[in-house]
């Protein structure tokens, strides 16, 4: 059996998840099965694209249900640490080379907070950021070349 890591999960993300875990479930199923039996009640299903856009979106649906379950299953429920140094959850302003500052939000993507700048820890900016102090300069390659970054402020993100 394969070891399976660990999603981190603000409590705000794990609720956000149930809820929707819950809604698809539920009232999403319902939904789809009202429209595959409205489309069924039009005839013939060989021709019928009303039928298999409802059988395509119960398909999307579906795999959406599995894709939160697994999280779900494997996710690390917890706040984030205030030790100074950027870990999972911290909440970064950064500096570039022409002096914008900017806040980035370093989680996984399942804990995307609207409004918010993501950084995940497995992007090269996130990787670059953990573990860095106030004062650091951390710098990364991406698609677009090499860039720098002077962290200004850490704090743990509480929402």
């Known amino acids: 059996m394969t070891d399976t890591a660990k999603t981190w999960l603000t409590p705000a993300a ?3 998840l149930v809820d929707e875990l819950q809604h698809l479930t539920t009232e999403g199923r319902a939904v789809i099965e009202q429209r595959i039996a409205e489309a069924r009640s039009h005839g013939d299903l060989r021709e019928n694209a009303e039928y298999d856009t409802a059988k395509n ?3 999307l649906m579906e795999a959406r249900i599995r894709q939160i379950k697994a999280t779900l299953d494997n996710a690390e429920i917890a706040e984030a640490s205030n030790d100074g140094r950027v870990d999972v959850g911290s909440l970064v302003t950064v500096i570039d ?11 996984p993507p399942e804990n995307k907070v609207d409004g918010m700048l993501l950084a995940s820890p497995s992007s090269p900016l996130g990787g670059a950021l953990m ?4 004062g650091t300069t951390v710098s990364f390659e991406a698609p677009g070349g090499t860039f720098k970054y ?3 402020a850490v704090r743990p993100y509480e929402g």
Do not use: I, L, N, W
């Open 14 to 16: 794990h609720q956000k």
């Open 57 to 59: 979106d119960q398909g």
């Open 97 to 107: 080379d022409d002096g914008d500052e900017m806040e980035f939000f370093v989680a």
């Open 131 to 134: 573990g860095a102090k106030p």
């Open 150 to 152: 002077e962290v200004k």
